[in-house]
């Protein structure tokens, strides 16, 4: 059983930044990624990479702005949001899988789950 615990979730205003962290308590998954869901609305995926990194995969909505990146040796994902928008607010879930080929993009494909941590985007 994987355990994900994400922080760093917050308010920020429009064009700011914020980076969320994911503690995983192992590195059992080849795919970490992230996924939100805004109020209303099903679960979207944001980006995904491998813990060893080398095969990142980001949605369009965030391609440019956002950036996934691992430690491997503190077990931790990470996500950096640059030039923030108010539809990036949401629920931001870290996710595992342990599927292996590309990177998994639907919700179904991840196996383990965090509890999330709001991020919140004023204009």
């Known amino acids: 059983q994987v355990q994900l615990v994400e922080s760093g979730g917050g308010l920020v205003q429009a064009g700011g930044s914020l980076r969320l962290s994911c503690a995983a308590s192992?590195?059992?998954?080849?795919?970490m990624a992230w996924v939100r869901q805004a109020p209303g609305k099903e679960r979207e995926f944001v980006a995904a990479?491998?813990?060893?990194?080398?095969?990142?995969s980001y949605a369009d909505s965030v391609k440019g702005r956002f950036t996934i990146f691992t430690d491997y040796a503190k077990s931790t994902v990470y996500l950096q949001m640059n030039s923030m928008r108010p539809e990036d607010t949401a629920v931001y879930y870290c996710?595992?899988?342990?599927?292996?080929?590309?990177?998994?993009?639907?919700?179904?494909?991840?196996?383990?789950w965090g509890k999330g941590t709001q991020v919140t985007v004023s204009s």
């Open positions: 996710a595992a899988s342990m599927r292996w080929g590309i990177a998994p993009t639907q919700s179904h494909e991840y196996d383990y």
């Open positions: 192992q590195r059992v998954s080849s795919y």
């Open positions: 990479n491998r813990w060893h990194g080398g095969t990142t």
